[in-house]
């Protein structure tokens, strides 16, 4: 899916005796036009820690347009989270880098 990417955040540590990593991708996206709302909204998506290298090469000067993959991740009790497994930026700067 094409996304509006604004920036990225990696959070990494310990809570509890428990270990995480993940990285946070914030986005802007079109909502779902009806009588009580309009526009656009800012959403969070979590990533893969792997996406960390590859986010660091993007320049966050403006939104950027990427295409971002995603796979459902089980929570536990037939719950799942879309995950960021991959992203690539399509923005004009982009290409001529």
Known sequence: MRLN???WKHSKGNFE???YDYVVIYCVTKMEQKDTQRGA???EM???PQLVEKLKKM???SV???EV???PRATGKGQFVETVVNIT???PQAKAA
Do not use: K
């Open 5 to 7: 990417v604004t920036g």
């Open 17 to 19: 005796g428990r270990d």
């Open 41 to 43: 909204a800012g959403i």
């Open 46 to 48: 979590r990533g893969e």
């Open 59 to 61: 320049e966050f000067n």
């Open 64 to 66: 950027l347009s990427c």
């Open 69 to 71: 993959e995603t796979e």
């Open 89 to 91: 930026n399509l923005s």
